[in-house]
C-alpha cells in the first residue's frame, strides 16, 4: 500500500471522531491528537479499533501510549504491517 | 449459596444519594447483571415531576452505568490488578426510553460487553422493570482504569 494511500485511509477514519470545532482540513501529518485535533482519549481508543480494522492489525498498550500525532499512527501502521 | 460480588460492590465510588446498586446478580467476562430499587424518598422526586414523581432518565442511565460499566469493569480489572487508584468517567451514552420507572420500583440492569481495550470500556445495556418488561436501553462507554501515581 502506497503511504499517500494509507494516509488518507487514516484521514477518513480520524474525520469520524473530530469535534465540530475541528475540521478535516485541519488534518495534517504533524498533528496531535489531542492538543491540535481535540480528540478525546475515548475517541482515541475508537480510531485505534478502526485502524485495526482497516488495516488487518492489532495495536498493543505500548502503541497507543506512543501514537500521539498523526504521524505516530503512521509509522505504528507501518510497523505493523511488516511484521504481518 | 450465590457467589459473593461484595468485593465489587465496596469497590464502587458512590454513596448515597448516587449509588444506584443494590446488587449484582453475576458478573463474568462477557457481562453484569445488577439489580436496584429506587427508594421514593430519593430527593429528586420532587421536582421530577411538580407532584408527578418519575425516575428522570439520567438517573436511568446512571443506573445502568453503575451497573453495566463501573461494577463490570471494576470486575474485569480486578482480576488482574490491585484497585487503590480507580478512575474513571462516562464517555458517551445514547439510550432510548420505553417505560416510566415510578418511586419504590425495583428494576434489573443486564449489561453485554461490547469490548474493554485500553481503558475505555464499551457496552449493551437493557434496563428491565420487575415485571421482566424493557424499561430503557443503549449502548454506554466510559474510560475506567488504575491510575499511575
Redesign the interface.
Given at each position: 500500500m502506497l503511504n499517500e494511500e494509507k494516509y488518507q485511509k487514516l484521514k477518513e477514519i480520524i474525520k469520524i471522531y473530530l469535534p465540530e470545532d475541528v475540521a478535516v482540513t485541519d488534518i495534517d501529518q504533524d498533528s496531535h491528537f489531542m492538543n491540535n485535533l481535540n480528540i478525546n482519549s475515548a475517541n482515541l481508543v475508537d480510531i485505534v479499533l478502526d485502524v485495526e480494522d482497516a488495516f488487518d492489525i492489532r495495536l498493543e498498550n505500548d502503541d497507543m501510549d506512543q501514537m500521539q500525532t498523526v504521524n505516530d499512527a503512521m509509522a505504528i501502521i507501518d510497523a505493523k504491517l511488516a511484521e504481518k | 449459596m450465590k457467589e459473593s460480588y461484595n468485593w465489587i460492590m465496596n469497590q464502587l465510588p458512590y454513596t448515597a444519594p448516587f449509588l444506584f446498586v443494590d446488587e449484582i446478580q453475576y458478573v463474568n467476562d462477557k457481562g453484569v447483571e445488577g439489580s436496584y430499587r429506587f427508594s421514593p424518598d430519593a430527593d429528586f422526586y420532587k421536582g421530577h415531576f411538580k407532584n408527578n414523581p418519575v425516575t428522570p432518565g439520567v438517573i436511568l442511565t446512571e443506573c445502568c452505568a453503575q451497573i453495566g460499566l463501573v461494577c463490570l469493569g471494576i470486575y474485569l480489572l480486578g482480576q488482574k490488578t490491585a484497585l487503590e487508584n480507580l478512575g474513571i468517567g462516562m464517555?458517551?451514552s445514547e439510550m432510548e426510553f420505553l417505560l416510566p420507572v415510578f418511586p419504590g420500583e425495583r428494576v434489573t440492569v443486564v449489561s453485554e460487553l461490547a469490548?474493554f481495550?485500553?481503558?475505555?470500556l464499551k457496552c449493551e445495556v437493557k434496563m428491565y422493570n420487575k415485571d421482566d418488561k424493557l424499561v430503557c436501553k443503549g449502548v454506554l462507554?466510559?474510560?475506567i482504569g488504575v491510575v499511575n501515581e
Open positions: - | 464517555s458517551s469490548y481495550r485500553f481503558q475505555k462507554a466510559g474510560m
